[in-house]
């Protein structure tokens, strides 16, 4: 078992892993908060139809990829769905990008083309964001194939929703990665609800991590909202998989405070649900209370790093309306890659 760190304020006992330092906390914290910030921010454009097309917020799932992105390498390589704009900031693309692309500007990082759904980062190792349902499973075990035969001990984080794991493609990707033993971490991001519909209505077991089961796949659930449980969860998987043993499940229990996209009323959930969640297990307001107890940091260090965010986003919100929209011409780029055909069929291409 990993040591960890006590101490008591208030009679409540704080604990954290013992190489988990101050310094590294408020650089969990301050990532939490950018994803927060950064998603209000992208709702309130919404709202005001700056952004267009779908909008998917990651708003009460921070912990999840801040957490496992503590345990990644520069190396590593990530694809997830369309609710993807936290998973963007956590392997550190400028939010300034970001935000341009969902805005549809040509400063953005798929040229303004590929909106809130569709955008990549080859330097960032970040492979999208996949607006079909599952579609990005498979894609995550092709690019842990690639490590696999280039011999690198790099992992892919594949992420995927409990809706998506109902979808037949992520067994086939099971399958494979077992059969091969694939350097890929399967993250299901559990937040109770594909699109309007609750777990218990559509799978017949509401542990998924066990669904690895049949394929000798192992797994874990993990409390999603806890930024310290996801990040020693994600210590164990990361060390499972570099070691040349092949796929690890962690299905990651989250909520999600607002709809499935900014156009679902969530109506078929009760307010008092979300509020209760809010209240007991926001990870960022949990995190926070576990420093001030532990005396790692007050009240004026937290406000301080808030506002530093508040000004990051709103400059970020500036550039993306201050730019300008893609030219017509952009239509037709990025479309098709030329190829000498010739090289290709005799094997050199």
């Known amino acids: 078992m990993t040591a960890r760190r006590t101490s008591r304020k208030g009679g409540k006992k704080q604990r954290f892993p013992e190489d988990l330092t101050p310094e590294e906390l408020m650089r969990l914290y301050r990532q939490m908060l950018l994803i927060r910030r950064f998603e209000e921010k992208a709702g309130q454009l919404y709202g005001m139809g700056l952004i267009g097309g779908f909008c998917h917020l990651y708003i009460g799932q921070e912990a999840v990829v801040v957490g ?26 400028d939010p300034k990008g970001v935000m341009a692309e969902l ?28 607006g079909i349902v599952g579609a990005q499973v498979p894609i995550g075990a092709g690019l842990a194939l690639s490590d696999k035969y280039l ?47 609750r777990l218990d209505r559509a799978s017949s077991t509401s542990e998924l991590y066990s669904r690895g089961q049949a394929f000798n796949i192992p797994g874990e659930a993990v409390d999603g909202m806890d930024v310290i449980a996801v990040r020693e969860a994600g210590k164990r998987a ?14 990651m229990k989250t909520y999600r405070y607002r709809g499935h996209s ?12 979300v509020q209760k969640i809010r209240e007991e297990k926001d990870p960022i307001d949990h995190l926070r209370e576990e420093m001030i107890a532990a005396g790692i940091a007050d009240e004026a260090a937290f406000k301080a790093i808030d506002k530093e965010i508040k000004t990051i986003v709103n400059e970020a919100a500036e550039f993306a309306r201050e730019s300008p929209e893609p030219d017509p011409s952009e239509l037709w780029t990025d479309v098709y890659a ?12």
């Open 151 to 197: 011999g690198t001990d790099n992992i892919t984080f594949t992420y995927f929703g409990e809706g998506a794991a109902n979808q037949g493609q992520v067994y086939e990707t099971f399958n494979m990665a077992s059969l091969r033993k694939l350097p890929v971490l399967f993250v299901i991001e559990n937040n109770l609800y594909a699109m309007g519909t």
């Open 103 to 130: 805005a549809g500007k040509v400063t953005g990082y798929s040229k303004g083309k590929g909106g809130s759904m569709h955008m990549f980062s080859r330097e960032k190792n970040f492979y999208g964001g996949h």
């Open 68 to 93: 496992l992105q503590s345990v990644a390498r520069e190396s590593d390589k990530v694809v997830t769905s369309y609710r993807d704009h936290g998973h963007m900031l956590a392997v550190g693309m």
């Open 262 to 273: 900014m156009s679902d009323p969530a109506k078929y959930r009760p307010r008092e649900e």
């Open 238 to 251: 990361a060390a499972h998989v570099r070691a040349g043993k092949g796929p690890y499940i962690l299905e």
């Open 338 to 349: 030329e190829a000498d055909m010739a090289a290709v069929t005799q094997g050199e291409g």
